[in-house]
């Protein structure tokens, strides 16, 4: 995990962070542009803060994850991980591309069938997926159900049989693999909650075999997310690989295998891995099986592809310190105050892009001390009014947002090529409560 404490050596300079995002430019007189739109375009016509998201980003990432699984010679699919961004243009421009979804609750459930995703393209993970999921998933006859308890497969056994339905389920395997990165998003451990201890997965899938409206396809895992080194993954394929050869000396039936998610991106100058060396470790671990392979990516998908724009609301100096208060906050992008994250924060002005630097703390306006955004990154003056891009915040941002202290949530807005298009309103502060009530004793 990116976190500032980690960090070591110099942070790279804006014209770094801007080189090494294809999707950004500076223009001298424009400012910084994402695709062919200037950023100030869109905070002229919408305000901010607002999300920008680079459709031309998702495409190629996209296609350079496919790619990457094809030239490996692996019969591979990818179902998008929507949690990381379950905005609807997001969804139907990833299907559009091919992709499946890999979803966690019932509303991704819906939103997915909303988007135009395929039933049978979708896959439902999650540690806690309630009764109604489950008839829901059953209804609509989705692909897969990941199941991840002995007593999780016991309720589906007797949904699916009370509903006349048969459910094809992946057994999610922890193979208790660290996956070194941010503890909060490690799901691969014998201590976390996740998927069924790998010792007791031989005997939990002879029994999904032996229960009515259960078929049981193969063997499912996920390790954590924001994974920066492909040894934790091939660990755990090595795994699900002992499992698939174990299972099948039984005489059961394994045709997929479902690597998950979690590959990491460079949030700073890290070094990340790419896709093809995923799908290296997926054909050294598994291409002898004779198995469809599944892939759940997220973050590698959609964080590059987005930008939070905000605005300064004032500068100040206390002693020694400079803060920079923006007109985003902790209720819009959390990622810094949970998990310690670092975004690169590049000034949308040219001029300001080139002034001198000096040390400062990026702040948010709500009221709690987390609220920070950045400490003591060094960065051009920045006067009330001025603009900056929070940078990969296309994945865990908005879907994380909330309206503590009252704020409402920011505008989302999609670009491709020259062409942009909101496409989530902010709303209007009688939206923010227009679902409450005051009790009648009250009026």
């Known amino acids: 995990m990116a976190n500032a404490a980690a960090l070591t050596g110099p942070e790279p300079t804006i014209a770094e962070l801007i080189a090494a995002r294809p999707s950004l430019s500076m223009h001298a007189?424009?400012?910084?542009l994402l695709e062919d739109v200037a950023l100030n375009a869109i905070a002229d016509a919408v305000g901010t803060p607002v999300w920008v998201y680079s459709a031309g980003t998702m495409r190629r990432r996209y296609r350079m994850f496919?790619?990457?699984?094809?030239e490996a010679g692996l019969e591979?699919?990818?179902h998008y991980a929507?949690?990381?961004?379950?905005?609807?243009?997001v969804l139907r421009l990833l299907a559009r591309e091919g992709a499946g979804v890999d979803v966690v609750s019932e509303g991704e459930l819906r939103r997915a069938r909303q988007a135009g995703v395929a039933a049978e393209h979708i896959v439902f993970s999650g540690v806690g997926k309630a009764e109604g999921e489950l008839r829901l998933a059953l209804a609509e006859d989705i692909g897969q159900i990941n199941v991840e308890s002995a007593e999780e497969l016991e309720m589906l056994s007797a949904i699916a049989a009370s509903m006349g339905r048969t459910a094809r389920i992946a057994l999610r395997v922890n193979p208790d693999v660290d996956p070194h990165t941010h503890a909060k998003i490690s799901t691969g451990r014998a201590q976390d909650k996740f998927g069924v201890p790998y010792a007791d997965a031989i005997v939990l899938y002879r029994r999904a075999a032996a229960?009515?409206?259960?078929?049981p396809v193969g063997l499912a895992a996920h390790i954590g997310s924001q994974i920066l080194s492909v040894a934790p993954l091939r660990a755990t394929y090595e795994r699900l690989a002992e499992l698939v050869r174990a299972l099948r000396a039984e005489d059961l039936p394994v045709s997929v295998v479902d690597c998950g998610g979690g590959l990491g991106i460079p949030y700073r100058d890290e070094a990340a891995p790419l896709p093809s060396a995923l799908a290296g470790a997926i054909r050294g671990t598994l291409h002898n099986r004779d198995v469809r392979v599944v892939v759940e990516p997220g973050r590698w998908l959609v964080a590059p592809a987005g930008v939070?724009?905000?605005?300064?609301?004032?500068a100040k100096q206390l002693q020694d310190s400079r803060f920079v208060v923006l007109d985003a906050a902790m209720n819009d992008l959390i990622r810094p105050a949970m998990y310690d994250a670092w975004h690169g924060i590049v000034p949308v002005s040219a001029v300001d892009a080139v002034g001198p630097l000096s040390s400062a703390d990026i702040v948010g306006p709500v009221c709690e001390a987390g609220d920070?955004?950045?400490?003591?990154?060094?960065?051009?003056p920045l006067a009330a009014g001025a603009r900056v891009a929070i940078l990969d915040a296309g994945a865990y941002g908005s879907v994380m947002s909330s309206s503590y202290n009252a704020r409402r949530p920011a505008a989302e807005v999609m670009v491709d090529g020259s062409n942009w298009s909101v496409i989530r309103e902010r709303p209007s502060y009688a939206d923010l409560w227009r679902s409450e009530t005051v009790p009648h004793w009250l009026e």
């Open 29 to 32: 007189m424009d400012g910084l």
């Open 66 to 70: 496919a790619s990457a699984l094809s």
């Open 76 to 78: 591979a699919h990818i």
């Open 82 to 89: 929507m949690k990381a961004n379950d905005r609807l243009a």
């Open 211 to 215: 229960l009515p409206g259960i078929e």
């Open 308 to 314: 939070l724009l905000s605005s300064v609301v004032i």
């Open 372 to 380: 920070t955004f950045a400490r003591g990154r060094m960065l051009p």
